[in-house]
């Protein structure tokens, strides 16, 4: 399969605890993207990579979020001192430049 | 800020129906449009993208028109089957390329 595929598909943790997402975009797509998506919404943007470079964050992203995408392959996506506010889609994507961009199955948090 | 509205919220129609799902945005000076399909509890799923020197795309069943000047896209589904049953969302590439800004989305239902 050579589509965005992350991981894990679905998570539930307890309030306060830390958790971290993983995306693998398609091979040779330079731009990675995360999205938040909560019910009933469109996804919302929450920060962008240009190959390893972190070049856009939203001001969604607040200190508790992180996120990284070391080799400019996979990235992840790490929330600490998770609050239930948090729960939601968490989308990935990846495209070629300002091309066509292709979403993964996304990861659905449920913090209790 | 770029805001992007679809309408209407949600649409049924009896199967073998053409329809046209709208979305407008604020801001003219877009780079290119995609539009996605997102099932119940899914990723998104891309249909189409027209970029903003084009008009029109077409997949299939599907069709798209971009009316940029006046901040405008459709999409088209000739022949309505109950597996298009979805949501549609449209998403708006701004000039500088780096984010996408998605509309609230329409959910179809199409009634064997």
């Known amino acids: 399969d050579t589509g965005v595929s992350q991981n894990p598909r679905h998570k539930i943790t307890k309030r306060g605890q830390n958790v971290t997402f993983r995306c693998d975009p398609i091979?040779?797509?330079?731009?990675l993207y995360w999205y938040r998506q909560t019910l009933g919404q469109g996804p919302e943007f929450l920060t962008y990579f240009q190959n390893e470079a972190q070049l856009e964050k939203s001001r969604l992203l607040s200190d508790r979020f992180s996120a990284e995408r070391p080799k400019g392959s996979f990235s992840t996506l790490e929330i600490q001192r998770t609050e239930q506010g948090d729960s939601a889609m968490y989308l990935c994507?990846?495209?070629?430049?300002?091309?066509?961009?292709?979403f993964g199955q996304g990861t659905r948090l449920t913090v209790v | 800020k770029q805001e992007v509205t679809q309408i209407p919220a949600a649409l049924s129609v009896p199967e073998g129906e053409n329809l046209v799902l709208n979305c407008s945005f604020t801001d003219s000076a877009i780079y290119n449009l995609q539009w996605f399909r997102q099932d119940p509890g899914k990723g998104l799923t891309s249909l189409l993208l027209?970029?903003?020197?084009?008009r029109e795309q077409t997949s299939g069943r599907l069709n798209a028109s971009l009316d940029k000047s006046s901040g405008r896209s459709t999409l088209y589904i000739a022949a309505s089957q109950p597996g298009d049953s979805a949501t549609y969302l449209c998403a708006v590439r701004g000039n500088t390329g780096n984010q996408f800004y998605f509309g609230t989305g329409t959910s179809l239902t199409v009634i064997p």
């Open positions: 027209i970029q903003s020197s084009q």
């Open positions: 994507a990846s495209s070629l430049g300002e091309q066509e961009a292709f």
């Open positions: 091979s040779e797509h330079n731009r």
